[in-house]
């Protein structure tokens, strides 16, 4: 259902679906984003309990678990055991898919996706469709610490999406951003990726706590020259 919603969405024109910004957070993101935000923690005394309870389900419920995690697994050793399993690759991902994902999501509740295959190619994968609303959740919660709100905050995200045509950003109402295509933005046509950008600026919330007053074409001018000093095009 994710994957069809998706694609609908890939066709449309951007500017006929604004108001997909107003969307509330526990519609969109669904029960699991409610569930989780009570439940996001980062407190490190339960990072060893939490790590015991995910062994004890892939032994349960994978291939691989039931094979390489053995049965005297506890609180204490779970981190040693974790240490003592097998690398697994992409390679073995795309190769034996079913040997790693849990049985619970095989038939059901679940969908298909793929890693972003920076440096390879991508990989496929299974996701709970839970996953989406849990992984949020978390992002959410990290991001309060700034104060960030979804329908105030617009931001710009940059990840492996490749744009239609010869756009450099294109925004998305859904999560309220700016998305940049990172393949096409190069040093030279930087100057126009700014004026691209220079289009939203009122819609960027000043940033808070700020000592040093830029402009936030400046921060990303900075951001992006560093981009290019570590990874020349």
Not at 17 to 33: A, C
Not at 63 to 81: D, R, V, Y
Not at 126 to 130: F, I, R
Not at 146 to 154: E, N, R, S, V
């Given at each position: 259902?994710?994957?069809r919603l998706?694609?609908?969405?890939?066709?449309?024109?951007?500017?006929y679906?604004?108001?997909?910004?107003?969307?509330?957070?526990?519609?969109?993101?669904?029960?699991?984003?409610i569930?989780w935000?009570?439940?996001?923690?980062?407190?490190?005394?339960?990072?060893?309990?939490?790590?015991?309870?995910?062994?004890v389900?892939?032994?349960?419920?994978?291939?691989?678990?039931?094979?390489?995690?053995?049965?005297?697994?506890?609180?204490?050793?779970?981190?040693?055991?974790?240490?003592?399993?097998p690398?697994?690759?992409?390679?073995?991902?795309s190769t034996?898919?079913?040997?790693?994902?849990?049985?619970?999501?095989?038939?059901?509740?679940?969908?298909?996706?793929?890693?972003?295959?920076?440096g390879?190619?991508?990989?496929?994968i299974?996701?709970?469709?839970?996953s989406?609303?849990?992984?949020?959740a978390?992002?959410?919660?990290?991001?309060?610490f700034?104060?960030?709100?979804?329908?105030?905050?617009?931001k710009?995200?940059?990840?492996?999406?490749?744009?239609?045509?010869?756009?450099?950003?294109?925004?998305n109402?859904?999560?309220?951003?700016?998305?940049?295509?990172?393949?096409?933005?190069?040093?030279?046509?930087?100057?126009?990726?700014?004026?691209?950008?220079?289009?939203?600026?009122?819609?960027?919330?000043?940033?808070?706590?700020?000592?040093?007053?830029?402009?936030?074409?400046?921060?990303?001018q900075?951001?992006?020259n560093?981009?290019?000093?570590?990874?020349?095009q």
């Open positions: 259902m994710l994957q998706k694609k609908i969405y890939d066709t449309l024109p951007k500017e679906m604004k108001f997909l910004r107003y969307i509330p957070d526990t519609v969109l993101f669904g029960k699991s984003y569930s935000q009570t439940k996001v923690s980062f407190d490190k005394s339960i990072v060893d309990k939490n790590l015991y309870d995910i062994l389900y892939a032994r349960e419920n994978t291939m691989f678990g039931k094979e390489h995690i053995p049965t005297n697994l506890s609180i204490s050793n779970a981190k040693e055991i974790l240490e003592s399993l690398l697994v690759s992409s390679y073995d991902l034996n898919l079913d040997y790693y994902i849990s049985q619970e999501y095989k038939d059901a509740g679940a969908y298909l996706t793929t890693t972003g295959g920076t390879r190619n991508p990989t496929s299974l996701l709970s469709n839970e989406f609303g849990i992984e949020w978390h992002m959410h919660h990290i991001w309060s700034a104060d960030y709100q979804k329908l105030k905050d617009l710009l995200t940059l990840r492996g999406k490749s744009l239609k045509g010869d756009k450099l950003i294109e925004f109402p859904v999560y309220n951003e700016l998305v940049v295509d990172t393949f096409k933005v190069k040093q030279e046509n930087f100057e126009i990726f700014l004026k691209e950008l220079k289009k939203y600026e009122q819609l960027f919330t000043p940033p808070k706590r700020q000592n040093t007053p830029q402009s936030y074409e400046l921060k990303i900075i951001h992006l560093l981009f290019f000093e570590r990874y020349p």
